[in-house]
């Protein structure tokens, strides 16, 4: 049981906290608003959405039909450390409306804005509008730098700007 246990602690992950993020350590975020930090992440906030229907909406406030697929555009270019990794979470309040999404994790290294996909699941017309906080991004200190970076492994959405559909 002991071993097991010194193992877990080896091995466990840190979260890079407020203070981390304010001071720009091991993850850059343009444009940064303070009230957006919270105390083991930030809030990203939505800056265009597309709907299934093909419509791209960046100005102003839409409404997502009961039922339909829609995804949304940062706001935020997220520029990660190849020491730092981050995962995505949706805000509990989009969640308490109905919508449902499955976010991965933003590879080490990784630059840009981020495409994040959902479901209105609710039998209610979602509105949505540029500015809202959607999902948060947790970052993880790696136990050191990642041999490849995301990059330099794939980097198939490095750069990208705005909602990028699948490009596989």
Same mark, same amino acid.
């Not at 343009?30 to 919270?38: M, Y």
């Not at 009961?66 to 020491?83: D, I, M, N, Q, R």
């Given at each position: 049981?002991?071993?097991?246990?010194?193992?877990?602690?080896?091995?466990?992950? &840190?979260?890079?906290?407020?203070?981390?993020?304010?001071? =720009?350590?091991?993850?850059?975020?343009?444009?940064?608003?303070?009230?957006?930090?919270?105390?083991?992440?930030? +809030?990203?906030?939505?800056?265009?959405?597309?709907?299934?229907?093909?419509?791209?909406?960046?100005?102003?406030?839409?409404?997502?039909?009961?039922?339909?697929?829609?995804?949304? $555009?940062?706001?935020?270019?997220?520029?990660?450390?190849? /020491? #730092? !990794?981050?995962?995505? /979470?949706?805000?509990?309040?989009?969640? *308490?409306?109905? #919508?449902? $999404?499955?976010?991965? &994790?933003? +590879?080490?290294?990784?630059?840009?804005?981020?495409?994040?996909?959902?479901?209105?699941?609710?039998?209610?017309?979602?509105?949505? !509008?540029?500015? +809202?906080?959607?999902?948060?991004? #947790? &970052?993880?200190?790696?136990?050191?730098?990642?041999?490849?970076? %995301?990059?330099? *492994? !794939? =980097?198939? %959405?490095?750069?990208?700007?705005? #909602?990028?559909? !699948?490009?596989?």
């Amino acid at each position: 049981m002991e071993k097991c246990l010194e193992y877990n602690v080896i091995t466990a992950a &840190m979260i890079l906290s407020d203070r981390d993020i304010l001071q =720009g350590r091991g993850a850059s975020i343009q444009p940064f608003r303070e009230k957006n930090l919270t105390p083991n992440g930030y +809030d990203l906030t939505v800056a265009e959405v597309y709907m299934e229907d093909g419509q791209n909406i960046e100005k102003a406030s839409c409404s997502v039909p009961p039922g339909a697929w829609f995804a949304v $555009s940062t706001e935020e270019y997220v520029k990660l450390e190849t /020491w #730092v !990794s981050g995962s995505l /979470w949706i805000r509990t309040s989009w969640a *308490r409306k109905g #919508v449902i $999404s499955s976010f991965g &994790m933003v +590879d080490a290294g990784f630059e840009g804005t981020l495409t994040l996909s959902a479901l209105n699941a609710s039998a209610k017309p979602l509105p949505i !509008s540029p500015g +809202d906080r959607f999902a948060q991004i #947790v &970052m993880h200190a790696l136990t050191g730098n990642a041999e490849d970076s %995301y990059a330099s *492994r !794939s =980097g198939n %959405y490095q750069g990208q700007r705005g #909602v990028t559909l !699948s490009r596989e």
